[in-house]
Nanobody
Framework: QVQLVESGGGLVQAGESLRLSCTASGSIFSLNNMGWFRQAPGKQRELVAGINSVGITNYADSVKGRFTISRDNAKNTVYLQMNSLKPEDTAVYYC?????????WGQGTQVTVSS
């Protein structure tokens, strides 16, 4: 079992920044993928960004150039630096952890961007 604890959501104005953090604990595999999905009201959950154990990243086209994902393997923590936030970034952001054909999810953290 893996537990994920997220932090860093909140309410900001358009153009401002937020940093999300997610720490994994429990039965951690050295080879894993971590990242963030988001779900806005009335929409499907979508991938925002992911990063694997060696630092290879991928991003949704809508956040490229504005969001940066990084990780600290020693702390089993993944970060999402979100800059130049837009109202359309408003959603619940969910951290995920994937390894050994199992996926785990955080409880979600709300990000609200006002115009």
């Amino acid at each position: 079992q893996v537990q994920l604890v997220e932090s860093g959501g909140g309410l900001v104005q358009a153009g401002e920044s937020l940093r999300l953090s997610c720490t994994a604990s429990g039965s951690i595999f050295s080879l894993n993928n971590m990242g963030w999905f988001r779900q806005a009201p009335g929409k499907q959950r979508e991938l925002v960004a992911g990063i694997n154990s060696v630092g290879i990243t991928n991003y949704a086209d809508s956040v490229k150039g504005r969001f940066t994902i990084s990780r600290d393997n020693a702390k089993n923590t993944v970060y999402l630096q979100m800059n130049s936030l837009k109202p359309e970034d408003t959603a619940v952001y969910y951290c995920y952890y994937y390894a050994a054909e199992h996926d785990y999810w955080g409880q979600g953290t709300q990000v609200t961007v006002s115009s």
